[in-house]
């Protein structure tokens, strides 16, 4: 009996114990589980990544990430190019020569104008190529009426980096027009000089020549140097139409120091520009940059 009764204890402890070790296995098995699930969507997670560094996601390093993200524009102003300002170095005499302030300025300068523009694109861009060629700058005196026809060619003139100067609006004798009519011929180019390039001329040469001291006056009030010409090629006279050599020798035959030459938007002038600039530079003649001129007559 002790026995039959030994041998039922010990096979119930045996199978008590194969119990405890089969919870335990489940038990070991069931961790491993959920771990591996979180692993995997974490995983998941990270394999959506972005750079905008949203909740859940990992955040660039500022170094190895998009530059235009984090770089910062530049101010309005600084992308803008300004002018250089030329300093005042020449000023006009009583009678429209171009003189140095100083011996520190060259004395043999030409200063080259050409007037009754803006006509036509191909003559003003082969007249700007040939001033470049040379270094050169020019006043391109415009009439009111062609800018407002033309308003391209007045920018073409501007943003090849030549000089705008007012040649009123009609090309008519404001001499014999009362004194508000030729202050309006004026200041009316003036006006749409400003709304075209943005800026207004600060040279005024009247048609002709052909002024008063009214007109002088008026000129002054807008902020302008008043001039006509010392060194006329008469590029515009039927003798020296389609013959460049006769603008040349026109120029060359009143060439004085200082000289102030009156040329035209005309295809003989176009055609003669290279070789009169040539000619002069091997004179020893330089071009006065017109911003270099004071806006005072002295």
Known sequence: MFRHTAALIIA????????????????????????????????????????????????????TGDSTATEEEPESSEMLSTEEKVKKTYHMNENYYIKP?????????????FDDGPKEEKMITSLIDTLDKHNAKAIFFVNGYRVKSHPE???????????????????????????????K???????????????????????FGSGNDALKAAVKKNGMLYMTWSN?????????????????????DQLNPGSNILMHELPWTVEALDEL?????????????PRAIELEAR
């Open 101 to 113: 302030n100083d011996d520190a300025s060259p004395n043999k300068v030409v200063l080259l104008t």
């Open 277 to 289: 600039l040539t000619k002069l530079e091997k004179k020893g003649y330089s071009f006065v940059d």
């Open 12 to 63: 119930a402890s045996l199978l008590l114990s194969a119990c405890g070790t089969a919870e335990e296995k489940t038990s070991e098995n069931s961790a491993p589980v959920s771990e591996s699930t979180a692993a995997v969507q974490e995983e998941q997670g990270n394999s959506n990544l972005t750079e905008t560094g949203e909740p859940g996601t990992e955040v660039p390093d500022p170094s």
């Open 153 to 183: 060619l007045l920018k073409l003139i501007h943003e090849r980096g030549q000089i705008v100067g007012n040649h009123a609006w009609d090309h008519e004798d404001l001499k014999k027009m009362s004194n508000a009519e030729a202050a």
């Open 185 to 207: 011929q004026v200041t009316d180019v003036q006006k749409i000089v400003k709304d075209t390039i943005g800026e207004e001329p600060q040279f005024f040469r009247p048609p």
């Open 232 to 252: 006329g090629s008469l590029d515009w006279d039927k003798s020296t139409k389609d013959k460049p050599e006769k603008v040349i020798q026109n120029v060359l």
